[in-house]
C-alpha cells in the first residue's frame, strides 16, 4: 500500500515558479514508477509528466514540455514537479499518482493540491 501526499501549491504570477511535492509512504514507493496529472475545472483530468523508479527516464505532457521537469529522491521517497514559466492555463489541481509497472494503469492516488496562476 501507497499513500501519496501533495504539498506546495498556490497562488503566483504568470511567469512565476512553483515546485510540487509528492511524498508518499511505504517502502516500496522507491520501485515505483511516479507521474503527475492535473484537472482544471470543467475539464477532464490531464498527464503532465512521468518518471520511471530509477529516474532514468521521464517523459511530459507537450503543453509542459520545456518549462517543467520532474525528479525524484528515492531515499526520502519524494518526487518533485518543478514548475517554470507558469501560464494561467497551467491553473489547476495537481495530483500525484504511482503504479507499479508502466503495463498498469496509476492505482495510487493523492488528494491533490491547487495551483492557480494569475495574469
Known amino acids: 500500500q501507497v499513500q501519496l501526499v501533495e504539498s506546495g501549491g498556490g497562488l503566483v504570477q504568470a511567469g512565476g515558479s512553483l515546485r510540487l511535492s509528492c511524498a508518499a509512504s511505504?517502502?516500496?514507493?522507491?520501485?515505483?514508477?511516479t507521474g503527475w496529472f492535473r484537472q482544471a475545472p470543467g475539464k477532464e483530468r490531464e498527464f503532465v509528466a512521468g518518471?520511471?523508479?530509477?529516474?532514468?527516464?521521464?517523459n511530459f505532457a507537450d503543453s509542459v514540455k520545456g518549462r517543467f521537469t520532474i525528479s525524484r529522491d528515492n531515499a526520502k521517497n519524494t518526487v518533485y514537479l518543478q514548475m517554470n514559466s507558469l501560464k494561467p492555463e497551467d491553473t489547476a489541481v495537481y495530483y500525484c499518482a504511482a503504479r507499479y509497472s508502466d503495463y498498469e494503469p496509476y492505482k495510487y492516488w493523492g488528494q491533490g493540491t491547487q495551483v492557480t496562476v494569475s495574469s
Open positions: 511505504g517502502r516500496t514507493f522507491r520501485t515505483y514508477t
Open positions: 518518471i520511471s523508479w530509477s529516474g532514468d527516464n521521464a
